[in-house]
């Protein structure tokens, strides 16, 4: 009888088995640190998704822009999602986890000081180019959670993998206390 042929996962690099042989998934106990890591990527690209709109008033006053110019840099979240989705999935198929969250690591922490140069009234439009830069680097991470859970957790834990990555920025306290303390000291800046 032949020996099934190994072939290897492009998205992995793992060996994958033929249909008829069962393997079990090797888990590892760092698996719980990389999906901490991974809550704390999404935590500091969630930050900066609304950070301007719940704060309409005061940037509105401080660049001298409408409300729904504020509005808009939140909306480019969901605009540069619906533009880079498919190949952001090819570049994940193709170059695997570490690229993509390299690829969205750097591109937030750019966005963010970019976004950190546009804090002047004129330069409306560098905050814009840092919150587009960091909304791809959104694309890349809410690209990444399921692929995270398969690959790091056995069948058993997959599900919970996938119920936990998106969680902490929704119940991060600090993320209310970095927004109040935004809002004072921009309420600060105005006087």
């Not at 890591?37 to 008033?57: A, G, K, R, T, V």
Request: hydrophobic share 50%.
């Amino acid at each position: 009888m032949d020996e099934p042929q190994v072939r290897e996962n492009r998205i992995t690099g793992f060996n994958l088995e033929p249909a008829d042989v069962v393997s079990e998934t090797r888990v590892y106990k760092r698996r719980w640190g990389i999906l901490a890591l991974f809550c704390l990527h999404s935590m500091s690209s969630s930050f900066q998704w609304i950070e301007f709109s719940i704060l309409n008033d005061v940037f509105t006053r401080f660049y001298s822009v409408s409300s729904s110019d504020i509005d808009w840099l939140a909306m480019t979240y969901m605009i540069t999602y619906l533009l880079l989705i498919v190949p952001v999935t090819w570049i994940l198929s193709h170059r695997g986890l570490r690229f993509m969250a390299l690829v969205a690591n750097v591109l937030n922490c750019l966005g963010a000081w970019i976004k950190a140069l546009g804090v002047r009234p004129d330069l409306f439009w560098v905050a814009v180019l840092g919150q587009t830069l960091c909304g791809i680097a959104q694309v890349f991470i809410l690209s990444m959670p399921s692929l995270i859970a398969a690959v790091w957790f056995g069948p058993t834990e997959v599900s919970t993998a996938c119920a936990i990555d998106p969680t902490p920025p929704q119940l991060n306290p600090l993320y209310f206390g970095t927004s109040i303390l935004v809002y004072l000291m921009a309420r600060c800046i105005l006087v």
